[in-house]
């Protein structure tokens, strides 16, 4: 995960713990699950930008890919370093690198996968990043983009009982709010998504909506049972409208046509 600017360097707690809670759970286990299911039984050579302290890496190595971290925060990227430490099994499929979106050294078409989870909601636009991020999708290859959803603007705080900041951002369909930790977060909608991914020579794929019915219970501690109960619910509404309109975020995806 990466911010536009440098205050994200100083939340690296706060994104610790609400990664390990409910909420930041079900974004992983979803996000994770799917992107698994498109890259299939082979091995594959990904590419996480703004990998943050390195859950998404880790989890695609522990499942065989061949994995490259970029993160801009420097004490992100030493977290996402203790963890694959930590893990010395999978070390040896994972590459960290300190970097940004904007200036990504890759060759054009190199990675079977690109992820960029958590990171386009903090920057001034999609258009650019994305382009940059499908430049570096293989043919066959799957480009995959979390965002904030545009079109569930207002619906966490009205939840959480917070009705004035609910009804501005219905009527006004703003893009910007708070996020969880603290800095501005800028929506897309799903369909924006897939036409600059059609403009980028990508073809759609099925968008799923993330945390629809468990986005406003930030103190959400479930045990086991519960949490994989609420997993499932959660799996089954995320591509099923129209519930997925309502998730927090958006989980857009697209493959590039294979190659002769």
């Known amino acids: 995960m990466t911010a536009a600017s440098s205050d994200f360097?100083?939340?690296?707690?706060?994104?610790?713990?609400?990664?390990?809670?409910?909420?930041?759970?079900?974004?992983?286990?979803?996000?994770?699950?799917?992107?698994l299911a498109e890259l299939g039984d082979r091995r594959a050579r990904v590419l996480d930008v703004g990998c943050g302290d390195g859950e998404m890496v880790l989890r695609l190595a522990a499942a065989g890919h061949e994995v490259t971290g970029v993160e801009k925060s420097a004490d992100m990227l030493t977290t996402a370093?203790?963890?694959?430490?930590?893990?010395?099994?999978?070390a040896e499929r994972v590459t960290l690198a300190?970097?940004?979106?904007?200036?990504?050294?890759?060759?054009?078409?190199?990675?079977?996968?690109?992820?960029?989870?958590?990171?386009v909601m903090y920057l001034p636009d999609s258009v650019a990043p994305i382009a940059h991020?499908?430049?570096?999708?293989?043919?066959?290859?799957?480009?995959?983009?979390?965002?904030?959803?545009?079109?569930?603007?207002?619906?966490?705080?009205?939840?959480?009982?917070?009705?004035?900041?609910?009804?501005?951002?219905i009527e006004s369909g703003?893009?910007?709010?708070?996020?969880?930790?603290?800095?501005?977060?800028?929506?897309?909608?799903?369909?924006?998504?897939?036409?600059?991914a059609r403009a980028n020579g990508l073809t759609p794929l099925l968008w799923q909506g993330v945390r629809i019915f468990h986005d406003h219970r930030d103190d959400w501690a479930p045990k086991e049972e519960e949490y994989q109960a609420a997993l499932a619910v959660e799996w089954a509404a995320s591509t099923r409208s129209p519930y997925r309109?309502?998730?927090?975020?958006?989980?857009?995806?697209?493959?590039?046509?294979?190659?002769?």
């Open 245 to 260: 309109e309502l998730g927090r975020l958006v989980h857009a995806l697209a493959r590039r046509g294979a190659t002769a």
């Open 81 to 90: 370093a203790e963890r694959v430490a930590a893990a010395p099994e999978l």
């Open 133 to 169: 991020l499908a430049r570096l999708v293989a043919g066959g290859g799957l480009l995959s983009v979390l965002t904030k959803n545009l079109l569930a603007v207002g619906v966490r705080e009205a939840l959480r009982g917070q009705y004035d900041s609910a009804q501005t951002q």
């Open 98 to 119: 300190e970097g940004d979106i904007y200036t990504l050294s890759f060759d054009d078409g190199v990675f079977d996968a690109v992820c960029c989870h958590g990171v």
């Open 174 to 196: 703003q893009a910007a709010s708070l996020g969880n930790l603290g800095i501005t977060t800028r929506g897309d909608t799903p369909a924006h998504l897939d036409d600059v």
């Open 9 to 35: 360097a100083t939340v690296g707690k706060a994104y610790a713990a609400y990664s390990n809670g409910g909420r930041g759970r079900l974004r992983h286990d979803i996000t994770a699950r799917r992107v």
